[in-house]
């Protein structure tokens, strides 16, 4: 998101800034345990969720930041939200909810692939550990309602779980 916008794209800036909004609230439905409907009903279902009243406004000032860099500050205070409710969870260790630079780049994150490795180590199935290539469900990846919403053409796709 802060390199588009370092270089000049800011229209892929934003958009990378509402992808990343998007994954955060899809991240807030499996920490909750709900449901996260399609697109058309996702905001008002994600109202709901307990951890809205905190992050929602700050979902909101990523969406109307007027530059990357200030995109960028309310990402990293819902980094920091989210990596606090992943601890609150108690599913793994205590995480450090840390921000710091994008390897020798200027750009702030929290470094998610820490959550990712901590947490895959706390996956008690051997088989869902040894999964080669951990990709999520398919709504994670998918974003289109037609293939989510068949249950054949999303049978097709269990080939990349094996």
């Known amino acids: 998101m802060g390199r588009c916008g370092d270089a000049g794209d800011e229209v892929g800036s934003h958009i990378i800034a509402a992808r990343l909004v998007r994954d955060m609230m899809k991240l807030s439905f499996l920490m909750e345990k709900k449901y996260a409907p399609y697109n058309k009903w996702f905001g008002s279902a994600f109202k709901k969720l307990k951890i809205a009243k905190k992050l929602l406004p700050v979902l909101n000032n ?13 990402l990293c205070e819902a980094f920091v939200i989210l990596g606090e409710m992943h601890n609150d969870l108690g599913i793994t260790e205590h995480i450090d909810v840390k921000i710091s630079n994008f390897f020798e780049r200027p750009y702030r994150v929290i470094n998610a692939g820490r959550f990712a490795e901590i947490i895959k180590k706390a996956i ?29 053409l999303t049978g097709l796709l269990t080939i990349l779980y094996k």
Do not use: H, M
Not at 125 to 140: A, H, L, M, W
């Open 124 to 152: 008690n199935n051997e088989e869902v550990r040894n999964i080669k290539f951990p990709i999520g469900s398919v709504d994670q990846f998918i974003d289109c309602t037609d293939l989510s919403d068949n249950i054949k």
């Open 62 to 74: 990523i969406l109307k930041g007027a530059d990357w860099q200030n995109r960028e500050k309310y």
